[in-house]
């Protein structure tokens, strides 16, 4: 059995009130709600992650759909905290992080590197236009298709499709990506803007 069809069960019993399946839901889908609300919202991530789940929590047993269509609505509603946030704030799309804020992993010397190379990538991501960060947020660190990412941002599947084109040709002309790109071209690790596999309809 893979990981979706763990997923997809562990939704299944969540919707029918199982606890244990819901924290299953939660575990595989926090880190990426928490990574696209940190661009969005910035220090306020955790907080609108928080209120997204105790949504989730509240409405799930009335949710009609799967697994996919549940993962598309938590965005939907993340997204609404965050832009709510930002209303209620009167202030635009997070200041991108700054290196020297990052928290330092404090168990190991690689955690703390894999936790680096992460925030690095969301600060860049940061930089971005806010819709062409959302989008590129969605669809590489979500993991969501074209349509989801439609579904969840209320744009037609072709706007995705050029934010998400204009947003990795931005990443791919940063300074900091060609930077780290050049560095990291010996060791054969991936940067954001290099080449990589894609998800089909870009």
Known sequence: MDE??????????????DQYAFATLWRSLQPSVLRYLRVVVGDAAHDMASETWLQAA?????????VDGFRVWLFRV????????????????????????????????????D???TDWALTVIATL????A??????????LDVAQTAAVLGKRPGAVRIATMRGLRRLGDHVEVRARRRADAHTGRWSVGSESPRPEGV
Do not use: T, W, Y
Not at 84 to 104: I, K, M, Q, S
Not at 129 to 132: A, E, V
Not at 134 to 143: C, P, Q
């Open 4 to 17: 979706e069809e763990d997923l997809g069960g562990a939704f299944a019993r969540a919707r029918d009130g």
């Open 58 to 66: 509240r409405d799930i047993r009335g949710f009609r759909g799967d």
């Open 78 to 113: 993340a997204r609404n905290r965050a832009r709510n946030e930002l209303r209620r704030a009167g202030r635009g799309p997070a200041e991108p992080l700054r290196h020297e804020d990052l928290p330092a992993a404090a168990d190991a010397a690689q955690e703390a590197l």
């Open 115 to 117: 936790r680096l190379d």
């Open 129 to 132: 236009p806010k819709d062409q």
């Open 134 to 143: 959302e989008v590129v947020m969605l669809r590489f660190v979500a993991g």
